[in-house]
């Protein structure tokens, strides 16, 4: 059977638009309404018939006869009649788990998943990524750990918090806007907060998600890891990086002039996969690259450039970045990067 794609409404009846004698695959691009398709000498009757959705195509199993088409939407819907060996399927975009619930398309078919923008494909069993390069944790904002110094001090009105009396912290005004992580005081929360505006050579604010007045309070001191919140799950039994793929982290940091040791590491599957990045010095755009890791089957992986004879096991789903501090008076910044998948 030929590639066949046409539009339909309810007055248009039963249709006949060719003859199935092979395997072939009838698909609807319009959700909301069924397609109805039968094999028939004559014009069915309403009773015969399959009922073909935008979310489950018909996929034949070598039918012959006539094919008829009908359907009951008063709108027009686009089908498509083709051939299942020679012609790539796509389905509506639709989330990961709504695409995946679904087995038994041909190999090949196409899904755009928009929960975790990701083109996948079917390869006869399940579905995973399209091979090609492509990113699935873009980091486009700019994210701060800070250290402050117990000289410091944290007020709060509404939903503005102003960390003060931190001599020359050094944040350059360029990294207005990006997400502060503040440690905690008595009455402020450890944790990320948005907006950052620096003020003056001693001051910044912030933005809580939180509204209170806090008058006066001292910010703890604060040398323990902080993962940055661009971190990716992925999802319980997925397999978003294909087995016998490349991933790789890259990114660009800056941090404080100071005595304190800023450390930065990146994580797959909970597994550290570069070599701790230090400094004490400020340089901005330094650039950071993780080795590459090679998913494999089951609970292992390779880690090329650390040892790739040797199968480490995976801790966990995770993928992640994080910034450290050995003393206070310390602050850092991730300014851009991604996890890039290449197969």
Not at 272 to 291: E, F, K, L, P, Y
Request: charge should be negative; aromatic fraction near 10%; include cysteine.
């Amino acid at each position: 059977m030929t590639t066949t794609s046409d539009v339909i409404n309810s007055s248009d009846g039963w249709v006949q638009i060719g003859t199935g004698n092979a395997d072939f695959i009838v698909s609807v691009e319009k959700a909301g309404y069924d397609l109805i398709i039968a094999f028939s000498d004559l014009e069915p009757t309403d009773a015969n018939g399959h009922r073909v959705s935008a979310a489950q195509p018909f996929i034949s199993d070598n039918l012959s006869g006539n094919l008829w088409v009908r359907t009951d939407s008063p709108d027009y819907i686009r089908y498509i009649v083709s051939d299942s060996i020679s012609t790539t399927i796509v389905l509506p975009d639709d989330t990961y788990a709504n695409i995946v619930e679904i087995t038994g398309y041909p190999t090949g078919t196409k899904a755009f998943a928009t929960d975790i923008n990701l083109e996948v494909r079917y390869n006869g069993t399940g579905w995973e990524p399209v091979e090609t390069i492509y990113s699935i944790m873009p980091i486009s904002s700019m994210y701060v750990n800070t250290s402050p110094p117990n000289t410091a001090t944290y007020t709060q009105s509404a939903y503005t918090v102003t960390v003060s009396g931190w001599t020359s912290h050094g944040i350059p005004a360029q990294y207005d806007g990006a997400s502060v992580y503040l440690p905690a005081s008595t009455s402020i929360a450890a944790g990320w907060y948005y907006d950052l505006t620096v003020t003056g050579t001693n001051t910044f604010t912030c933005r809580s998600l939180v509204s209170q007045t806090v008058a006066s309070e001292t910010p703890a001191s604060s040398t323990a890891e902080i993962n940055l919140p661009t971190g990716l799950t992925e999802p319980t039994g997925s397999q978003l990086v294909p087995i016998g793929a490349q991933l790789q982290i890259g990114l660009y940091w800056d941090a404080k002039n100071s005595a304190a040791t800023k450390s930065l590491r990146m994580y797959s599957y909970g597994v550290q996969v570069n070599t701790t990045a230090t400094r004490t010095t400020s340089t901005v755009n330094a650039a950071v690259t993780s080795s590459t890791v090679v998913p494999m089957a089951g609970d292992k992986m390779f880690i090329i450039g650390s040892n790739p004879s040797t199968p480490v096991s995976k801790v966990d789903s995770t993928h992640k970045i994080s910034l450290q501090h050995s003393a206070t008076d310390a602050w850092s910044i991730i300014m851009t990067g991604f996890m890039q998948v290449r197969k």
